[in-house]
């Protein structure tokens, strides 16, 4: 199926690229053959991860770009062509749940980057108007400036393909938990302090956009601003911030947001207004690192997420400010001018500032509101911008090796803890030992002469099985493994002696009673006579 559907991408690019008629016939077929086999891809997701994605803002997100993106390209493209952008919708709506797939990671990498392939053919042949009868219309014009479909669809192909590019990407370790709760916080003059220099920049930088502010409000915003945000960067763990940058999502956020800035700085000119344009930049950044800062920093401060809430609306009311802005102000306030512009196989390529913000503006807008939406719904315990992941694993052969690993390790455990119960074991027997060794060596000086008299008892038997079956004393002895050896000596019709050895525990009887036939009852009585005068 993964093979299929790379051909599929490459046959589309061939019908895009292609200006022969009979050839755009095969974008039906094509199609259908997408659909089919993006279908049965989706029968190895599990049901279970699904809900989960549906359930979260990110897929959403892109579920509504991908198909603004797929509805501007339909009618972009002429003809038959118009229908692969519904079969290209589909797929990057499979891309978009691939935490729930099943199958082999490895060809899964194969299409993600087939994916990634076609759609940057697809970024660069409508970014240099290559493909020929495209219809690219005006979506609004609004005090002099348009926004082109081809502009908006230029925004909705880059983000899936940062997307389907940063879905290989493996994240950093975790950084470890540091700083529980916090030892003593600062005194209350500390605190107000630096809520107060918070707001105050905060309030600053809101009134220098207003176009009659003077110079030294835009300058005093600034710099309370950047030197609010350095001491709090100063007290940042850097372990943690370093797992933070090399993020997708903040790299992603900080590269978006810095985009924006840049064009609406060029926008006006770079004078005095582009002041509050760079502190709103700083301020940006403040949130989306402010996750750094241990727990028992913001204790000691004050600083509770709620704060943050609040910052994150003035973001979203700023993009509607500058929107607003834009469509309603001032034209001469805003200098929209071409960053690049030459010529390509005979068509006019230009990058403009506002489109390129205007276009920036809409995924920011709806990150922005997915920041809100975060922090309405976040624990007490959560982050803002660094979460956690869930795996799914699907390798058995590593699942069967894990498997096995932890059973060796149990295995290992369980012996460990025998050992451990053997040896406090020992060490009981051997202090048994020191106290009963005397009383067993003077025990086993008195059987001696006993010893004697059973040999001499049982050689007077006239039948041999009586003298194999008659019962021969133990000499107990304590040997260096803490465990006692008996002896036994059977006398045989020719004197011959066979000895074994057996071990026996401490805990054990030991019973010197000879046990001999009833036709020999004379021999076990004589031998109990005799015993009892060798021991008295």
């Not at 899936?160 to 938990?177: C, D, E, F, N």
Request: charged content about 20%.
């Amino acid at each position: 199926m993964f093979v299929l559907f790379n051909t599929v991408l490459v046959v589309n690019i061939l019908i895009i690229w292609t200006p022969v008629r009979p050839i755009r016939w095969l974008a039906i077929p094509n199609v259908l053959i997408s659909f089919y086999t993006i279908s049965s891809l989706c029968s190895l997701m599990r049901i279970d991860i699904i809900w989960l994605l549906v359930g979260t803002y990110e897929f959403w997100f892109v579920t509504v770009s991908n198909f603004v993106t797929a509805a501007l390209l339909s009618v972009y493209l002429p003809g038959l062509r118009s229908a692969m952008a519904w079969s290209l919708w589909f797929g990057y709506q499979f891309m978009a749940m691939t935490d729930a797939i099943i199958a082999s990671q490895r060809e899964f990498l194969l299409g993600t980057i087939a994916a990634a392939v076609f759609t940057s053919t697809l970024m660069w042949s409508v970014t240099f108007n290559i493909i020929d009868g495209v219809n690219n219309f005006a979506l609004f014009q609004v005090n002099g400036h348009t926004l082109r479909a081809s502009d908006v669809i230029l925004n909705g192909l880059s983000t899936q393909l940062v997307i389907l590019v940063i879905s290989r990407y493996v994240g950093a370790p975790k950084a470890r938990r540091i700083l529980e709760g916090p030892d003593q916080q600062l005194s209350q003059a500390w605190r107000m302090g630096g809520l107060v220099a918070m707001n105050s920049g905060v309030l600053l930088t809101v009134l220098s956009f207003i176009p009659t502010a003077p110079l030294a409000c835009r300058l005093s915003g600034l710099s309370v601003t950047l030197l609010f945000c350095l001491l709090c960067g100063a007290m940042y763990y850097r372990r943690l911030l370093r797992y933070l940058v090399l993020s997708f999502e903040f790299a992603f956020l900080s590269t978006q947001f810095s985009l924006i800035h840049l064009c609406l700085c060029d926008l006006l000119r770079w004078d005095s207004r582009s002041i509050p344009v760079i502190s709103c930049w700083i301020w940006i950044h403040w949130v989306l690192t402010f996750d750094c800062m241990p727990p028992a920093i913001k204790a000691k401060c004050g600083f509770r997420y709620r704060f943050v809430v609040w910052m994150a609306m003035l973001f979203v009311m700023a993009h509607l400010a500058a929107a607003w802005q834009i469509g309603f102000g001032r034209r001469e306030a805003l200098r929209d001018r071409a960053l690049v512009s030459f010529r390509l196989f005979s068509s006019h390529v230009e990058l403009r500032v506002l489109p390129t913000m205007l276009s920036r503006m809409l995924v920011t807008f709806g990150w922005s509101c997915r920041i809100v939406w975060r922090l309405w719904r976040r624990k007490e315990n959560e982050l803002l911008i660094i979460q956690g992941t869930v795996t799914y694993l699907n390798n058995r052969r590593k699942l069967k090796k894990d498997e096995e690993e932890l059973h060796r390790k149990q295995t290992k455990e369980r012996r460990h803890t025998s050992l451990r119960k053997f040896a406090h074991r020992v060490s009981r027997v051997a202090m048994f030992q020191s106290k009963v060794a005397p009383s067993t060596e003077s025990l086993t000086s008195s059987m001696a002469p006993a010893v004697t008299d059973v040999r001499r008892l049982s050689l007077l038997s006239p039948v041999e099985e009586s003298v194999d079956a008659s019962r021969s004393l133990a000499i107990a002895t304590l040997s260096k493994f803490n465990r006692v050896q008996l002896t036994d000596k059977t006398v045989s019709g020719d004197s011959a002696d066979h000895s074994r050895m057996r071990d026996v525990s401490l805990y054990s009887t030991i019973r010197l009673t000879p046990v001999v036939p009833a036709s020999n009852a004379h021999v076990e009585l004589n031998t109990r006579e005799e015993r009892d005068i060798s021991t008295g």
